[in-house]
């Protein structure tokens, strides 16, 4: 299986169904995308990224603390 957003085949199951069978929840450890097995994913062509890409990316600032 790959993951279809990096085409990485470094995912993991994170979670089934708590009725055995009917869905499992996969996550990729190389860009962090999840979906589930009932999911088609598609991820369309301007949102695709490329492993080697991913510590090029900014860092997003962290969100300050809310104003009392």
Known sequence: ???PRCD??????????PVPGVWEYYGCT???????????PVVHG??????ED???L??????PPLEK
């Open 54 to 56: 991913i510590d090029k």
């Open 30 to 40: 190389t860009c962090q995308y999840s979906w589930r097995s009932t999911e088609h």
């Open 58 to 63: 900014p860092i997003l600032p962290p969100i």
């Open 1 to 3: 299986m790959k993951c």
């Open 46 to 51: 301007r949102f695709k990224i490329k492993p």
């Open 8 to 17: 990485s085949e470094t995912i993991k199951t994170i979670s089934t169904s």
